[in-house]
């Protein structure tokens, strides 16, 4: 199991909000705040206000998916911690982290604000190991273990199923393995929130050039043909789509920018068409991008 799983285990288990009394405050609100923000929500039975609040706050706790817990004390029956803490009116909440009181409010509120509130008590603890595991599952994938990396990644979109690192990261995963078939059944259900994230898209190019790759024609014929004919465009275009399936991207990209150079409008516009899926396929970083789409610019705005 991997570490960030943990605190979902917990959620599951149904500990994320419990009743807390006088005898197990410290446990499970100084102590537990340890590890995990506790909002302690301060309530009596005829308190109207505290009818709308709890429900409420147990719906935006329960949203957080284990990155805080809420712990609910009846004023009434723990009147010795109410004072302790002097609280003079209900409802009343707190946020405890590191055993120590860090945020709270009186009253009712709206949702907006108790989701506000949630979520900035939930970043105190960071992400519960998910940016670790994303760094390591790359790591497996540029190593060439891409079943280990591919199980990562899943097990992180069952943490956060919007993920959208996780979600391309699965995609190229399987694309690494040769599963075309899983990787574009991936990229169809993809959730519509990161559909078009960055991360997917990268994955939807991969795929692209995979397809192209299948047909693409011997290298040195199409080199030959091109010294032939330099204006013949549709021969530069498949030989550029050559040279990449033989992992020679930097030349395809320099004759994809040639062909750009000759004649952009060429066939719709394919050379810059393809020079976007090669440059959203590889890390916005890469030497090769920053490269071509500078000297791609510096064309377009000449």
């Known amino acids: ?19 807390v009394t006088e005898a197990d405050f410290m446990k499970e609100v100084i102590e537990a705040s340890a590890e995990i923000p506790v909002i302690v929500d301060f309530w ?15 719906a935006a706790v329960t949203a957080a998916k284990g990155k805080v817990r ?18 003079q009116s209900i409802p009343t909440v707190y946020a405890f982290w590191q055993g120590k009181p860090v945020d709270g409010f009186q009253g009712a509120v709206p949702a907006s604000e108790l989701k506000a509130f949630v979520d900035k008590l939930a970043g105190l603890a960071g992400d519960g190991g998910l940016g670790e595991a994303l760094e390591a599952a790359e790591a ?6 891409a079943v280990d990396a591919a199980e990562t990644f899943a097990a992180i979109l069952g943490e956060e199923p919007e993920n959208a690192a996780a979600y391309g990261g699965l995609i190229r995963a399987h694309l690494a393995m040769g599963n075309e078939d899983q990787a574009e059944g991936l990229l169809n259900a993809a959730p519509a929130a990161i559909a078009q994230s960055a991360e997917v898209e990268a994955g939807r190019a ?18 030959a043909r091109v010294a032939a004919g330099p204006d013949d465009h549709q021969a530069r275009f498949d030989l550029a789509q050559a040279l990449h399936a033989a992992g020679e991207v930097e030349d395809a990209v320099e004759e994809l920018l040639e062909l750009f150079r000759r004649d952009r409008d060429w066939n719709d ?9 090669i440059f959203e396929a590889l890390k916005p970083t890469d030497p090769i991008v920053l490269k ?3 000297k791609l610019s510096s064309m377009i705005f000449a």
Do not use: S
Not at 1 to 19: N, P
Not at 269 to 277: D, E, P
């Open 140 to 145: 497996m994938l540029a190593e060439g273990a």
């Open 206 to 223: 991969q795929l692209a050039l995979l397809k192209q790759a299948a047909t693409a024609g011997p290298v040195a014929e199409l080199q």
């Open 1 to 19: 199991m991997l570490e960030f799983g943990q605190k979902q285990d917990a959620a599951a288990a149904g500990d994320l909000i419990r009743d």
């Open 269 to 277: 516009g394919a050379a810059k068409a393809q020079l976007f899926t």
């Open 70 to 87: 809420m712990a609910k004390v009846n004023v009434d029956e723990n009147q010795q911690i109410a004072a302790q803490l002097r609280i």
């Open 292 to 294: 071509g789409r500078r």
């Open 44 to 58: 009596a039975p005829w308190c109207g206000p505290c009818k709308t609040l709890i429900p409420a706050l147990e």
